[in-house]
């Protein structure tokens, strides 16, 4: 029997074209990559709303957000939850980002992403840091039980910065 | 697979005089832990380490970082605040015992009856809660757990190292006991 670390995928690597889409946020909006062009761009695919650990990262990210403001970094959540159970979500936990539905047809990006796991059906818990043309730059996929915290993608936004000064 | 992988280290060296330290300055092994005064897991670990603490004895410093998470605990700044005001006056580890002891009455009244029960200078105290004179050290607290890795409370880290392991009594005074040798 497969274990349950050799069941996850790995995500796409750095250097890859990051996949486009266009997902709801709201019930009457829509939010996609290229909406964000010109800006690093913070992709975090998560299993679920509610669940403790996911709870969790969020509720950091948005504390962090200070921080990946300072590099013009603009983040997204993305779980297979649908824009209602977003909603309530972010209303109870105070999260102001956008938290995109990746409902219907259910996983479709984050499969584009290879961040799915589709014996639970559920996003991984994978992070991806997009540079301003839209390149995979980083890439990290987390057990699914264990925050990834906030250093991986600062780091990675560090020396995306670095590099775009020298 | 990952295709990054690191260990979480503490990137922000613990520099006597700006960290609040318990125990001796020269003790073998560090336990530092970021914490936030509003989190019921850290009100959970701090008799824990408070007992850590007494059976390491003069093996151990015992080092606390703020990691307030404002997002869910709207109290938790402030009475990291209070924290840092009493340490202003010399009585940090006083206040934070009696933060953690009564995570249900972190509400400004209760912080001010705080430093009245502990004689601090009341005038100086009020003065640096409403002023946010400490808020710059702990957002440098906060980023400096989001920079070594820290993804919720408590985090602790042994001698720069986090701690990933659970941190029941047992499991972390075994933890604390190993890096001693």
Known sequence: MATRQQQQNAPLAPGTRAPDFRLHDTPDQTVAPSDFRGRPLILAFYPADWSPVCSDQMVLYQQVMPEFQKYDAQLLGIS??????????????????????????????????????????????????????????????????????????????????????? | MNLTTWEARLTLPIIPGRDHIRGPLDAPVTLLEYGDYE??????????????????????????????????????????????????????????????????????????????????????????????????????DFLSGVRSGVNGTPSFFINDVRHDAPWDFATLLTAVKQAAM
């Open chain 1, 80 to 166: 297979v939850d649908g824009v209602w159970c977003h909603l309530a979500f972010a209303k109870h936990r105070n999260i102001h980002f956008p938290l995109l539905a990746d409902f219907e047809p259910k996983g479709d990006v984050s499969r584009a992403y290879e961040a799915y796991r589709r014996q639970d059906g559920v996003s991984e818990r994978a992070l991806f840091v997009l540079d301003r043309d839209g390149m995979i730059y980083w890439s990290y996929l987390s057990p699914v039980g264990v925050n990834p915290g906030a250093d991986g993608i600062l780091r990675a936004l560090d020396a995306m910065a670095r590099k775009v000064a020298s």
């Open chain 2, 39 to 140: 989190c019921p897991y850290c009100g959970l670990a701090h008799p824990i380490t408070r007992v850590v603490q007494q059976e390491m004895g003069d093996m151990l410093r015992f080092v606390f970082r703020h990691f307030p998470v404002t997002t869910v605990h709207p109290y938790a700044e402030l009475a990291a605040e209070a924290a840092e005001a009493a340490g202003a006056q010399r009585k940090f580890w006083a206040m934070h015992d009696l933060l953690y002891e009564n995570q249900q009455q972190l509400d400004p009244p209760h912080l001010l009856a705080n430093a009245e029960a502990l004689g601090l200078d009341i005038k100086r105290f009020g003065s640096d809660l409403g002023r946010h004179v400490h808020e710059a050290k702990i957002r440098e």
